[in-house]
């Protein structure tokens, strides 16, 4: 056991008028399985660029462990998966590895496979058990889930709940409840360590919103009666000190010398009363610095003519000369949420495209509904770019409505400003789903939504579908998301 020390961290990007964090101080134990929490754009990543040395920082970072991240940077994907792992870590005895195989049911011919024709989900699996061999380092782990099927998600949970030694950034509750034991979360105005894992966390963090949010009536009178007694002291002040310069009520002469020395000892006094209520201010305003915002989203989904909105029977996909997905049968209809669920590479993806309108080869048959109106929010972020204001106009969508969804989303003001392909992964995807919201459409279909997204985030989202029952198709891999919002599952 040794301890990581973060004392007075402060640091911003080149160019950036705004600190990521701002003198921030806590300390970690390195036998920890640590949840990474804290909404889009906060700086977790950062944090772990941080701890790796990448960037200059004021105060200070000591630890006796080395720092490993995940996902590791495979330069040459063409290697067998065995050279890679040699890279990462080559100090490793080959019953070792296939040991942290077993334990992540991959086979073990891939080893002697190229890396590049090992699936995502398997990628990622090789990469943690190379990490997890060397011994005294700490594994920084970003994100692993984002390239994983719930079925793969379970199993790499039940592996890390085997290890100690990381820190893990999830977003995904049921995921970060089977393998952690601590929660290090970014909050608005500070960073905190708490013992337990993401549902303990959650039920401590509601106890202590709901408690500042009941006192929130009580400091706006407090803040209030303060602030009016601090006005009235400086008005008393400046009173006695106009009384040098004229003469008071009876038109007498005053004792400029009595009055100035009077005014100055009252002016002393109420600056100091009014240091002390201005500080009785700032001390009640801190007590609701971390109420996260979390307001209602919207939705103005439109009504079908019919009650069936897609049916396929039958239809395989033919995907880059592969069959991506095979026979596949089901309905849509008016209100439904679905969910397709089903292992990486099963098709989901290529039947959403289908649905869409894409142009993709298939056989069977695909019946959409006539002037159907589609809204449609893809995996893919790369294609972002530009400006908010832009965006919107190009999509033809409102840009107040736009941007008031992603202020509710948690985005800042200062953050409209930049081009949207300097946004962290999460920002990104809201802005996807952001535009969704804002399409009149009788069917959304959506997949893979959340990755990046954070746990807030995907609440208010939640509550939205929930409350406003669109009809959806949709792909998800986080269980506590599709277990509330699904009202059909269909298996490929």
Same mark, same amino acid.
């Given at each position: 056991?040794?301890?990581?020390?973060?004392?007075?961290?402060?640091?911003?990007?080149?160019?950036?008028?705004?600190?990521?964090?701002?003198?921030?101080?806590?300390?970690?134990?390195?036998?920890?399985?640590?949840?990474?929490?804290?909404?889009?754009?906060?700086?977790?990543?950062?944090?772990?660029?941080?701890?790796?040395?990448?960037?200059?920082?004021?105060?200070?970072?000591?630890?006796?462990?080395?720092?490993?991240?995940?996902?590791?940077?495979?330069?040459?994907?063409?290697?067998?998966?065995?050279?890679?792992?040699?890279d990462?870590?080559?100090d490793?005895?080959?019953?070792?590895?296939?040991?942290? /195989? !077993?334990?992540?049911?991959?086979?073990?011919? &891939?080893?002697?496979?190229? $890396? %590049?024709?090992?699936?995502?989900?398997? #990628?990622?699996?090789?990469?943690?058990?190379?990490?997890?061999?060397?011994?005294h380092?700490?594994?920084?782990i970003?994100?692993?889930?984002?390239h994983?099927?719930?079925?793969?998600?379970?199993?790499?949970?039940?592996?890390?709940?085997?290890?100690?030694?990381?820190?893990?950034?999830?977003?995904?509750?049921?995921?970060?409840?089977?393998?952690?034991?601590?929660? /290090? !979360?970014?909050?608005k105005?500070?960073?905190? &360590?708490?013992?337990?894992? $993401? %549902?303990?966390?959650?039920?401590?963090? #509601?106890?202590?919103?709901?408690?500042?949010?009941?006192?929130?009536?009580?400091?706006?009178?407090?803040i209030?009666?303060?602030?009016?007694?601090?006005?009235?002291?400086?008005?008393?002040?400046?009173?006695?000190?106009?009384?040098?310069?004229?003469?008071?009520?009876?038109?007498?002469?005053?004792?400029?010398?009595?009055?100035?020395?009077?005014?100055?000892?009252?002016?002393?006094?109420?600056?100091?009363?009014?240091?002390?209520?201005?500080?009785?201010?700032?001390?009640?305003?801190?007590?609701?610095?971390?109420?996260?915002?979390?307001?209602?989203?919207?939705?103005?989904?439109?009504?079908?003519?019919?009650?069936?909105?897609?049916?396929?029977?039958?239809?395989?996909?033919?995907?880059s000369?592969?069959k991506?997905?095979?026979?596949?049968?089901?309905?849509?209809?008016?209100?439904?949420?679905?969910?397709?669920?089903?292992?990486?590479?099963?098709?989901?993806?290529?039947?959403?495209?289908?649905?869409?309108?894409?142009?993709?080869?298939?056989?069977?048959?695909?019946?959409?509904?006539?002037?159907?109106?589609?809204?449609?929010?893809?995996?893919?972020?790369?294609?972002?770019?530009?400006?908010?204001?832009?965006?919107?106009?190009?999509?033809?969508?409102?840009?107040?409505?736009?941007?008031?969804?992603?202020?509710?989303?948690?985005?800042?003001?200062?953050?409209?400003?930049?081009?949207?392909?300097?946004?962290?992964?999460?920002?990104?995807?809201?802005?996807?789903?952001?535009?969704?919201?804002?399409?009149?459409?009788?069917?959304?279909?959506?997949?893979?939504?959340?990755?990046?997204?954070?746990?807030?985030?995907?609440?208010?989202?939640?509550?939205?579908?929930?409350?406003?029952?669109?009809?959806?198709?949709?792909?998800?891999?986080?269980?506590?998301?599709?277990?509330?919002?699904?009202?059909?599952?269909?298996?490929?």
């Amino acid at each position: 056991m040794s301890l990581i020390n973060v004392t007075n961290l402060t640091f911003a990007y080149d160019g950036s008028y705004d600190n990521i964090f701002e003198n921030v101080s806590f300390q970690l134990d390195t036998d920890w399985k640590l949840g990474f929490t804290g909404r889009n754009g906060r700086g977790k990543t950062t944090f772990l660029h941080l701890l790796l040395g990448k960037y200059e920082y004021s105060g200070s970072i000591s630890a006796h462990v080395s720092f490993e991240y995940f996902p590791f940077h495979v330069a040459d994907k063409e290697k067998n998966t065995l050279d890679v792992i040699s890279d990462i870590y080559s100090d490793y005895q080959l019953w070792e590895i296939m040991r942290e /195989l !077993s334990l992540l049911k991959v086979a073990d011919d &891939v080893l002697y496979r190229p $890396f %590049s024709s090992l699936s995502n989900g398997e #990628q990622t699996k090789v990469m943690l058990a190379a990490l997890f061999l060397k011994e005294h380092s700490f594994l920084l782990i970003d994100e692993p889930t984002n390239h994983l099927d719930m079925e793969a998600r379970q199993l790499v949970s039940e592996y890390l709940s085997t290890k100690r030694g990381f820190i893990l950034v999830s977003h995904d509750r049921a995921f970060l409840d089977n393998c952690v034991d601590h929660i /290090l !979360s970014i909050n608005k105005t500070n960073i905190e &360590v708490q013992k337990g894992n $993401f %549902s303990d966390w959650w039920e401590n963090k #509601q106890r202590q919103d709901h408690y500042e949010l009941a006192e929130n009536e009580k400091l706006r009178k407090d803040i209030k009666r303060l602030s009016e007694a601090a006005k009235r002291t400086s008005n008393w002040s400046h009173e006695v000190e106009k009384t040098k310069n004229g003469t008071r009520n009876s038109g007498s002469k005053v004792d400029k010398g009595y009055i100035g020395h009077k005014a100055a000892k009252m002016m002393k006094r109420s600056k100091s009363i009014e240091q002390r209520q201005q500080a009785a201010i700032e001390d009640k305003s801190q007590l609701l610095r971390n109420v996260e915002s979390s307001e209602e989203l919207k939705i103005s989904p439109l009504a079908y003519h019919k009650n069936q909105l897609v049916e396929l029977e039958h239809v395989t996909v033919d995907y880059s000369g592969k069959k991506a997905a095979t026979d596949i049968s089901f309905t849509v209809e008016q209100g439904e949420r679905v969910a397709l669920t089903g292992k990486n590479g099963s098709g989901k993806s290529s039947i959403l495209k289908l649905i869409c309108g894409q142009d993709l080869h298939y056989t069977g048959t695909l019946r959409r509904g006539s002037q159907l109106k589609i809204s449609y929010v893809s995996q893919d972020t790369s294609h972002l770019q530009g400006n908010l204001t832009d965006y919107a106009r190009n999509h033809g969508i409102d840009e107040s409505l736009f941007k008031a969804i992603l202020r509710k989303l948690d985005f800042s003001r200062i953050q409209f400003e930049k081009d949207i392909a300097s946004f962290s992964g999460g920002q990104k995807k809201k802005v996807l789903i952001a535009k969704s919201l804002c399409e009149k459409a009788h069917l959304y279909i959506w997949d893979e939504p959340l990755n990046f997204i954070d746990i807030i985030s995907r609440m208010q989202i939640e509550e939205l579908l929930l409350e406003y029952a669109p009809t959806m198709l949709f792909v998800e891999h986080d269980r506590e998301f599709g277990h509330n919002i699904a009202t059909k599952v269909i298996e490929l």
